[in-house]
């Protein structure tokens, strides 16, 4: 369960990084791409009992108001949030766009259908009609074929 939860945690920190990176203002900031591309370990000493025991007077310390503030309001970035409602909105357009298309594709199969119907049926009484209306009928037949 610590594995998961640490992997998780491992990706989002990466997703957050990345958009860091791509961000505008960051983007060509040297700190950061040398802060990224950095290949080595990093030292990471753990707290002595004297700093632990500082964090637990400090954390007690935080009034009531300050843990409502921290867990009700979020990092809020006007770029990301522009970006996520244009995402939302396109995808949303491209859903619509979709089935109005297959909505449109199966009205054409349904007229195509007519008129193999209607072909069909001209034929039929063309062959029953002998003469000039036999010859009408089966150039509208054929007429009906080439359109669907």
């Known amino acids: 369960e610590y594995l998961a939860t640490f992997k998780k945690t491992v990706a989002m920190h990466e997703m957050f990084l990345t ?6 203002v960051f983007r060509n900031d040297h700190n950061l791409r040398v802060f990224l591309e950095y290949d080595q370990d990093l030292c990471v000493r753990g707290k002595n009992k004297i700093e632990m025991f500082g964090g637990l007077v400090k954390s007690f310390s935080k009034t009531t108001d300050e843990y409502y503030l921290s867990a009700t309001v979020k990092d809020v970035n006007d770029f990301f949030d522009q970006e996520m409602t244009f995402l939302q909105q396109y995808h949303s357009n491209l859903k619509e766009a979709t089935s109005r298309a297959d909505r449109q594709t199966m ?10 119907k209607i072909s069909s049926s001209l034929l039929q009484l063309a062959t029953t009609d002998a003469g000039k209306l036999e010859r009408f009928l089966a150039k509208i037949a054929e007429t009906f074929e080439k359109l669907r």
């Open 107 to 116: 009205k054409h199969k349904d007229v195509a259908d007519s008129y193999i």
């Open 19 to 24: 958009r860091l990176a791509h961000h505008p």
